[in-house]
DNA sequence: TTGGAATGTCAACAAGGCTGACGTATTCTG
DNA sequence: CAGAATACGTCAGCCTTGTTGACATTCCAA
């Protein structure tokens, strides 16, 4: 339907061809794998999976947040992140607080141990990030970063931007 | 956008900070959202999953593939993979002939059905990704899908690799 | 020709999504 | 103040998709 067989007037269009998109989804899939599979690693050696690592990067990045929070960030059901949280905070790696101001509220923090798998995870998959920008370089990775958020969702680009700039 | 106030040597490499690189993190999280949540919405409508969804895309990519070749590409576990398989030439979208050479192999191809899924699903999937390109630019999508590939494993970036270029 | 390797199938289990229903505490609002 | 709305937790049950284990068939090499 979009063959793109055509004359010069839009050589400068060639990265849209149809072909040009599939690389850039197949890039997709297969970088993601190697994105997530050294955190993989460390959480299966400790009964966790992925949600886990979900659950712990996000209190980790933004203290205090509350469960509803979490939810919007994660984008899952409440069923779903209580079961991971409750394995949390039951293994020690997460504490939750009743709210100050509002007392409907849970409060979450990492624990010591908490933190200390954090920064395992996060050093983990750093390396790999590190790596892959050190061999693409300073204008590759801003790059990637453009395409990146211009694929996001509209709300999800609205969370990513309320986190981005957070720390600096 | 870089604000060069820093002495070359550090200038250089600012986009390697952990800020920089938790920012990649964050970003290859929700981006990985947006890039699979066109399919995912056609795929829930038929009763398939993404697991649906990459069979389908593989099996396109290389018709004649073997059940073994499918199992290198997508990483999984042959008995999960057959589960998939199943569905799919029950449903009749895909079909699996004994091989002539070697019996105890089976070509997978795409009936039109099966063809006509694919194309559903990779059209919405080239929707996001070509207004992210567009977004984004020329030079931005060539430093994305350098990163990218710096990213994979060794071995995935040989799969990617031999599919690169199939059908230019 | 026979034993091992390769290919693929079936069965059963676990993680982690989902919906729906319900209970409790707290806060907001008419 | 009464009732609606919000925040959270939990139970039950479903689905997809990953896992291991057991097994049949086929091929190949000793």
Same mark, same amino acid.
């Given at each position: 339907? *979009?063959?793109? *067989?055509?004359?010069?007037?839009? /050589? ?13 989804? &197949?890039?997709?899939?297969? /970088?993601? @794998?190697?994105? *997530?599979?050294?955190? $993989?690693?460390?959480?299966? $050696? ?14 980790h990045?933004s ?14 059901? %409440? ?10 905070? /039951? $293994? ?10 509002? %007392? ?7 624990? +010591?141990?908490?933190v ?10 750093? $390396?790999?990030? @590190?790596? /892959?920008? %050190? ?13 990146l ?5 509209? +709300?999800?680009?609205?969370?990513? &931007? ?7």
């Open positions: 339907m *979009t063959q793109n *067989t055509q004359p010069k007037s839009v /050589a400068n269009q060639l990265f849209l061809t149809d072909e040009q998109l599939r690389k850039g989804t &197949e890039a997709m899939f297969f /970088a993601y @794998r190697g994105f *997530t599979a050294d955190p $993989d690693r460390i959480l299966a $050696d400790r009964g966790y999976g992925r949600a886990h690592h979900r659950a712990v990067h996000f209190i990045r203290p205090g947040t509350t469960v509803n929070n979490l939810l919007n960030i994660l984008g899952v059901t %409440k069923q779903s992140l209580n079961r991971v949280l409750r394995t949390l905070i /039951a $293994d020690g790696l997460v504490s939750s607080h009743v709210g100050q101001k509002d %007392k409907r509220e849970r409060h979450l923090h990492l624990t +010591d141990a908490g200390a798998l954090e920064q395992s995870l996060s050093n983990a998959q750093r $390396d790999r990030m @590190r790596t /892959a920008y %050190k061999a693409a370089g300073a204008e590759a990775v801003a790059g990637f970063r453009q395409v958020e211009a694929m996001m969702d509209e +709300d999800m680009r609205h969370q990513y &931007e309320a986190l981005k700039d957070k720390n600096e």
